[in-house]
């Protein structure tokens, strides 16, 4: 070869791997300014979540304080006038709900923390402009009749909503941007709701995005401090709840501490199992019967009220009341059955409405039943039933939606109780162990899963193809096999995994491991693809 080919052939040697350079360095610096694009879309998310929580409280005070009035007013009314016309207004005001709901936005009911997994793992589109709205509506009218449902779930469905917003209508285009932005409102929506933005960080990380990665970090970090702002300055610098200065229980109750996990830890496959074969019941009816049904839950719920309001609404005054040791043990089996029964038939109802704070106040119940337990077997030691009750809500937290980290954190901002720590640990970990070992799913898992399995595993889209998202659990048939050997069906392609920090682009001999996160891309002829996919994924049944 002549010197002037060689020097030919370096150059354009040289000139490949300069142009590589270039191009990788662009790419770069596009991926550099798409983040700095961000930071200003997630502040705006972080306050219109953060209005949108407080107006969301704002609205529901304002509801119980009318069913209050109206309480007062036929007080002088004699039961046979005035039982008729609460039950009459409440199933008003629930149908109304689930009529909203069924007819407007589906989507929107329950506390759509499901739905909002889906969305972010690929299986299902968000429709904002009618979220939003709906599930605000629907939310007043249904817990303001009384019925056990929270406001967090949906201040967190909410949230996502807005996050998915603001990223639809300042042109982002970028998927992964466009989630964190979504999950980002999520958080938000729960620490403005809860008082608690270390807690509204922590669940997008654990349940939404299950993703420690630094751009999500800080987008959910800066959203649920924002929102949380926005919420104290609108209704205070306090605590979620009231409760007492709780002193460092002694070693000596540490397995107390553990039997109130291991009890939650067997309690929340009883409630999950329980929701879930509710909701089956409830979907082979038609629909003049759920709509009476709701009509007789919310009625029964607004006569409650009159009566016995410990048995109704969100649970925050039997959870006050729990804390401050204030409920007594004889109280504590009809209030732990009666708000179990509502809770599953007012999340059963079809309406916008969330467990988080029923469940917590079942958690409270079942801790201080064990703080009792515990001050009858050492009557001689001091007890705060209290401290006991706040570990309750922990655990119960854990044994139901199976995010211990979470759980933990959360109690800790509604109550400051710091002293609590190390119980609280001891407890969600026995109650996430106990989860773990009964082979049963989290519950907005098995209810995303209930909503696949129900569509046929179909997914929302038309003439495109679709983005999915999703983990490789523990157990998984996928575990240990090559891609080329996982039987996907025709038009399902893995574009990346992601495992312990590294990022790949899979190829066929690409091995599948625990814990890994696949992003695929799912084509409209790919049948049975998604069933395929998440299917591979899962544990497989012991």
């Not at 007594?328 to 089996?333: K, R, T």
């Not at 050492?378 to 570990?391: C, H, L, N, S, T």
């Not at 799912?522 to 899962?538: T, Y």
Request: hydrophobic share 50%; net charge negative.
């Amino acid at each position: 070869m002549a010197p002037d080919d060689v020097i030919e052939k370096v150059d354009e040697s040289r000139s490949g791997v300069i142009d590589q350079a270039t191009l990788e360095a662009e790419a770069y610096a596009e991926q550099q300014e798409s983040r700095r694009q961000l930071w200003p879309r997630v502040v705006a998310v972080g306050l219109l979540a953060g209005l949108m929580a407080v107006s969301f409280r704002w609205a529901l005070t304002l509801a119980d304080f009318l069913r209050h009035q109206l309480i007062d007013l036929l007080s002088g009314f004699s039961d046979a006038f005035k039982i008729p016309m609460l039950a009459a207004v409440g199933a008003t005001l629930s149908v109304t709900a689930v009529f909203l709901v069924r007819r407007f936005s589906p989507e929107a009911a329950g506390s759509g923390i499901p739905h909002l997994e889906a969305v972010l793992r690929g299986y299902r589109s968000m429709d904002w402009k009618r979220i939003l709205p709906i599930k605000f509506l629907s939310g007043v009218f249904a817990m303001g009749s009384g019925m056990v449902l929270g406001r967090e779930g949906p201040s967190v469905q909410m949230g996502g909503a807005i996050g998915r917003a603001v990223a639809n209508s300042t042109g982002i285009d970028n998927a992964d941007m466009t989630d964190t932005l979504t999950s980002a409102g999520a958080g938000a929506g729960l620490a403005a709701a809860f008082n608690a933005p270390l807690a509204g960080l922590i669940f997008v990380l654990e349940e939404l995005q299950r993703d420690f990665r630094p751009l999500v970090f800080g987008a959910a970090f800066l959203a649920a401090a924002i929102a949380d702002t926005v919420a104290r300055v609108a209704t205070g610098q306090v605590p979620n709840f009231h409760a007492p200065v709780f002193e460092t229980p002694d070693l000596l109750f540490l397995p107390a501490f553990a039997g109130i996990g291991v009890i939650c830890g067997l309690f929340g496959p009883l409630f999950n199992r329980s929701l879930l074969a509710s909701l089956d019941l409830v979907r082979e009816w038609k629909p003049v019967t759920r709509y009476g049904f709701a009509a007789l839950i919310g009625g029964l719920a607004t006569v409650l009220s009159a009566y016995s309001a410990l048995s109704i609404g969100s649970g925050h005054a039997v959870v006050e009341m729990a804390l401050a040791g204030k409920i007594a043990l004889g109280a504590i089996p009809l209030l732990l059955v009666g708000r179990f029964i509502l809770t599953i038939a007012s999340y059963t109802t079809g309406s916008a409405g969330g467990i988080f704070a029923p469940l917590l106040a079942l958690g409270a119940l079942l801790g201080a039943a064990g703080g009792w337990g515990a001050h009858l077997l050492v009557p001689d030691r001091e007890i705060a039933i209290g401290a006991f009750a706040a570990v309750g809500m922990a655990a119960a937290f854990t044994g139901i939606v199976r995010a211990p980290l979470t759980g933990i954190v959360l109690v800790v901002e509604m109550t400051s109780s710091y002293t609590l720590m190390l119980p609280l640990l001891v407890a969600g970990f026995m109650a996430f162990i106990v989860g773990e070992l009964v082979h049963e799913m989290p519950i907005y898992e098995s209810l995303l899963q209930k909503d696949l399995a129900r569509s046929g595993h179909q997914l929302e889209h038309g003439e495109e193809a679709i983005i999915v998202n999703i983990e490789v659990r523990e157990g998984a048939s996928f575990v240990g096999k090559a891609v080329r050997d996982l039987g996907l069906p025709r038009g399902v392609v893995l574009t990346r995994a992601r495992w312990q920090s590294k990022e790949i682009v899979p190829r066929a001999e690409t091995i599948i491991e625990a814990h890994m996160r696949l992003r695929a891309v799912i084509s409209p002829e790919a049948v049975n693809g998604l069933k395929a996919l998440s299917e591979g994924c899962e544990p497989e049944n012991p």
